[in-house]
């Protein structure tokens, strides 16, 4: 099993930005890629970036690209998610994930950004 605990949400106005952070624990070596989803009041989650543990590579949802980079600290199992130019469309709940290589998916318990206009 894979533990994840994300923290770093906030109030933050149009144009500010944030760091989310997410501690990882567990069986972290079946673990291939790590990712942000968030999701907004009636609205379903959505992928945000993706990062392959691997190689690096990494991708991001047309939405956020240019705005948002994912990192991670090896060294700290640590994903990050840094936010610039925020707008008040980001506002959501933001989750921490892990694919693993056996196919089964782990969730934070999310942390709330709300960007006001």
């Known amino acids: 099993q894979v533990q994840l605990v994300e923290s770093g949400g906030g109030l933050v106005q149009t144009g500010g930005s944030l760091r989310l952070s997410c501690a990882a624990s567990g069986s972290l070596f079946s673990v291939y890629a790590m990712a942000w989803y968030r999701q907004a009041p009636g609205k379903q989650r959505e992928l945000v970036a993706k990062?392959?543990?691997?190689?690096?590579?990494?991708d991001y949802a047309d939405f956020v690209r240019g705005r948002f980079t994912i990192a991670r600290d090896n060294s700290r199992n640590m994903v990050y998610l840094f936010m610039n130019n925020l707008r008040p469309e980001d506002t959501a709940v933001y989750y921490c994930?892990?694919?693993?290589?056996?196919?089964?998916?782990?969730w934070g318990q999310g942390t709330q950004v709300t960007v006001s206009s």
């Open positions: 990062m392959i543990i691997s190689d690096g590579t990494r």
């Open positions: 994930n892990a694919d693993l290589t056996t196919m089964n998916h782990y």
